[in-house]
């Protein structure tokens, strides 16, 4: 069965960027939004996500999209690739899957798995990070949604993947995991990364200073950038490691394995707060292989 994507109208346009002439009023700077700790529901989370990555896409595509490549499936800033990994299975197997990539950004991964002979289904919260997909181009198709409601009929997906798309950011990820276990079919898996639960408890910061413990591992206050009227414009939300196994647990999954890539020699890129300084030390990335039995 052909995965349904029933969802709002398809992405046809080419990104525009639309430069000022001199003679227009240009809109005042808005003020930096202020940094802080508070909680941040579903909606508030996502509202403020879908917003962040609009605005950030251009930045995030022109910073990481050569570490990323236009085709290559890489897990996250340790640089660890699909083709090594194998975590979906081996290569050949991936012939002919449907397979649903959530939180795909630019759907760089969902390239590599069409290289592979799959059916990708590339699938975003941002409009602007998927103007960046049809810009590589590809033809895999296309889908603006919230992982906690996919415009899919249940049991359409042989296989699911997230490199860091959607679960650090949104505050009930039992419902995200229920609804990736509702739309694959059983015996299908759903492989997704996150930022290493330990990260937390130490500032973002690449180099010697964030080396140093500066909060609670423990504190699920989620991280929240918001502007001058209190509104959120970006939100984390930080689960343990042990969260994570009950989340995925909850959401029906069986959990195979988890993966904390270490950082290879070959790396020498910085990633905002990963670094070879604190990958050699600590991780960055925990990669979740779940089962739907
Ligand atoms: C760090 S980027 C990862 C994108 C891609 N996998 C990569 O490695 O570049 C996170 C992506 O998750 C998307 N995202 C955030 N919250 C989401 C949600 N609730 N549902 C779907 N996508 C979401 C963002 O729009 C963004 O494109």
């Given at each position: 069965m052909e995965p349904q994507t029933n969802t709002r109208e398809p992405i046809i346009q080419e990104p525009q960027i639309h430069e000022p002439e001199h003679s227009e009023v240009r809109e005042p700077e808005p003020a930096e939004p202020e940094a802080t700790r508070r909680d941040a529901g579903v909606t508030e989370s996502s509202r403020a996500n879908r917003g962040w990555w609009d605005r950030n896409a251009d930045d995030y595509q022109t910073e990481h999209g050569t570490f990323l490549g236009d085709?290559?499936?890489?897990?996250?800033?340790?640089g660890l690739d699909e083709v090594e990994a194998e975590l979906l299975g081996p290569p050949e197997d991936l012939k002919g899957k449907?397979?649903?990539?959530?939180?795909?950004?630019a759907a760089q991964c969902s390239r590599w798995l069409a290289a592979q002979g799959a059916r990708p289904v590339a699938?975003?919260?941002?409009?602007r990070q998927l103007q960046h997909a049809l810009r590589i181009g590809g033809g895999v198709p296309l889908v603006e949604a919230d992982a906690?409601?996919?415009p899919f009929a249940d049991g359409s997906f042989d296989l699911a993947c997230s490199a860091y798309g959607a679960l650090p950011f949104v505050a009930?990820?039992?419902?995200?995991l229920k609804e990736v276990h509702r739309v694959l079919r059983p015996g299908g898996r759903f492989v997704f990364s996150v930022t290493h639960p330990i990260r937390w408890a130490f500032p973002d910061e690449p180099g010697?200073?964030?080396?140093?413990?500066s909060s609670s591992y423990f504190d699920r206050t989620p991280y929240v950038e918001q502007d001058e009227e209190g509104h959120a414009v970006y939100v984390e939300h930080h689960r343990t490691i042990g969260d994570r196994v009950r989340d995925v647990v909850a959401g029906g999954f069986r959990l195979l394995d988890l993966v904390?890539?270490?950082?290879?020699a070959w790396n020498t890129q910085e990633w905002g707060g990963w670094s070879p300084l604190r990958g050699n030390l600590?991780?960055?990335t925990a990669i979740f292989v779940c089962v739907r039995d």
């Open positions: 085709d290559r499936f890489v897990w996250g800033p340790e449907d397979i649903l990539e959530i939180g795909a950004g699938l975003d919260l941002s409009h906690g409601a996919l009930d990820p039992v419902r995200v010697p200073e964030g080396l140093s413990v904390e890539p270490q950082w290879p600590i991780p960055g």
